[in-house]
């Protein structure tokens, strides 16, 4: 994948989304958007808390404990003691701190991408619409897409579908076989 100039990350990437309390005890499920979840809910690291619809008294929350249930992670906090204060976490999102801003070129975090124009070919072919997610999987990462009018896509995130990405232009570049944008299309 070839980047058009060395990426000054941010400092803090979304890695969760707090979910519904699990017992009475202060544990929460959460969503992950991170491939580490080992390292960013290891026992004592520190989280950002952040809410786009509210305020909350805690701005960071530090982890206890995890463990895993039925392919759910389960977060127990430090700040968190029982279930009326896990439920006043639900839907709040977590962020941690970018290890290194020396990361591999070649990774990219959601919030990174979110918003990016999506051209075809080339940089001169007008925009098809943007970047809307980027999901991580174990097997291959998918880059979703919402097109001008409305509708949504994803493609594989490899070098052959998406070789380049502009900070400069906040844009990706797609080149998809033939075929591959009408798929699941009505």
């Known amino acids: 994948m070839h980047i058009d100039e060395p990426w000054n990350h941010k400092r803090e990437v979304r890695v969760a989304r707090i979910g519904k309390p699990h017992g009475i005890r202060?544990?929460?499920?959460?969503?992950?958007?991170?491939d580490s979840p080992e390292v960013r809910f290891a026992q004592g690291n520190v989280?950002?808390?952040?809410?786009?619809?509210?305020?909350?008294?805690?701005?960071?929350?530090?982890?206890?404990?995890?463990?895993?249930?039925?392919?759910?992670?389960?977060?127990?906090?430090?700040?968190?003691?029982?279930?009326?204060?896990?439920?006043?976490?639900?839907?709040?999102?977590?962020y941690d701190y970018i290890e290194s801003v020396a990361d591999d070129a070649n990774s990219w975090y959601a919030d990174e991408l979110v918003g990016f124009a999506v051209h075809i070919?080339?940089?001169?072919?007008?925009?098809?619409?943007?970047?809307?997610?980027?999901?991580t999987r174990n097997v291959q990462d998918l880059l979703e897409v919402r097109l001008n009018d409305g509708r949504e896509f994803s493609i594989p995130f490899v070098e052959e579908i998406v070789p380049s990405i502009s900070k400069e232009r906040d844009a990706v570049l797609i080149t998809p076989p033939p075929g591959l944008l009408e798929l699941n299309q009505e």
């Open 47 to 94: 989280l950002t808390l952040q809410g786009h619809f509210r305020e909350h008294p805690y701005t960071t929350l530090t982890v206890e404990t995890t463990r895993w249930h039925k392919n759910i992670l389960l977060v127990k906090f430090v700040e968190c003691a029982d279930r009326t204060t896990a439920e006043t976490l639900r839907n709040f999102e977590l």
């Open 26 to 34: 202060g544990e929460v499920t959460v969503e992950l958007f991170t």
């Open 121 to 135: 070919d080339t940089w001169d072919s007008t925009a098809i619409g943007e970047v809307s997610n980027l999901i």
